[in-house]
């Protein structure tokens, strides 16, 4: 549907692009955020640098991972260190992270709209934010829950209380043994709820979230929506900007506004109806308040 080409609008007008998003803020009769790894990072939650040396240096010298994304694909030979590693990066991730402005700030300028939130983020920010559960759609998983890793059947488990004792007791970068998760059902290992293959499960509480969804979406055809995207970038452009895009051009009366470091562009087919804002998105959140 759209050219190669694409429209890209720099800080050089920054300051009319602010007052533009704000006047679309107010007048949109909807706001449908998209949110990806971008707006965590401007929250202060980096997975690479000084962050990931104060809680990993030991993983650092002893296998050379450079940082908490590659950490999570490294072939480790067992279980007990498996289960180190991801524990100690579900605590630093999850349960012991504190809730950031930018998500605060987001809150703020959306909460008395009609919004719903379409995310890619796995770390529970916009719930600890205070963000409506059920305006939520967790797509890619999350950091607190666990499948079978089979998966012989199509349910999620949390794993707050078994993440926190193997956090507390893990020595020499291994877990005790008995802490290893195993099924309940086929007694297969457990593993993360996060998408990176054909057997992540999409549960009950997915597909309810996924309704709600499309349900926010059908019932707001035509009316006056801003697709806010914020942090996208271009490893599954499919979830998130795509459609967006593709809504804006279908729906003359939607607005597209883009806010990302580096990478703020939008087709050249919605071009007059985008707002494109290379920046750091919490600073612009907080120029918006």
């Excluded at 939650?45 to 240096?57: H, L, S, V």
């Excluded at 890619?120 to 205070?130: E, I, K, R, W, Y």
């Excluded at 007694?187 to 993360?192: C, E, F």
């Amino acid at each position: 549907m759209f050219l190669r080409k694409t429209i890209t609008t720099f800080t050089n007008g920054f300051s009319e692009q602010i007052d533009k998003l704000k006047k679309n803020i107010e007048k949109a009769d909807a706001i449908l955020i998209g949110a990806g790894a971008g707006l965590s990072a401007s929250a202060g939650m980096d997975y690479g640098g000084e962050r990931f040396e104060r809680n990993f240096a030991d993983f650092h010298k002893k296998y050379g991972i450079q940082d908490m994304y590659s950490g999570g694909f490294y072939p480790f030979d067992t279980l007990e260190e498996y289960w180190a590693w991801w524990s100690r990066h579900i605590m630093v991730n999850r349960y012991e992270a504190s809730v950031g402005k930018p998500y605060q700030d987001l809150l703020d300028l959306v909460k008395d709209k009609d919004y719903f939130v379409l995310t890619t983020n796995v770390d529970h920010q916009f719930q600890l934010a205070g963000f409506d559960k059920k305006r939520l759609f967790y797509t890619q998983g999350d950091y607190g829950l666990w499948q079978c890793s089979r998966p012989c059947h199509q349910k999620t488990y949390d794993n707050e209380k078994t993440v926190r004792q193997m956090a507390a007791l893990q020595k020499d970068m291994k877990i005790p043994t008995e802490l290893i998760p195993k099924c309940p059902v086929c007694g297969s290992p457990m593993t993360m709820n996060l998408r990176c293959d054909t057997t992540f499960v999409q549960d009950e509480g997915w597909y309810a979230a996924s309704n709600r969804y499309e349900d926010f979406i059908r019932r707001r055809q035509g009316m006056r929506i801003l697709f806010l995207e914020l942090g996208v970038g271009s490893n599954t452009p499919g979830i998130i900007k795509y459609p967006f895009w593709q809504m804006t051009y279908q729906n003359p009366k939607a607005v597209y506004a883009c806010i990302n470091y580096g990478e703020a562009y939008a087709p050249k087919e919605i071009g007059e109806r985008s707002i494109c804002i290379d920046g750091d998105i919490g600073e612009v959140l907080k120029e918006l308040k």
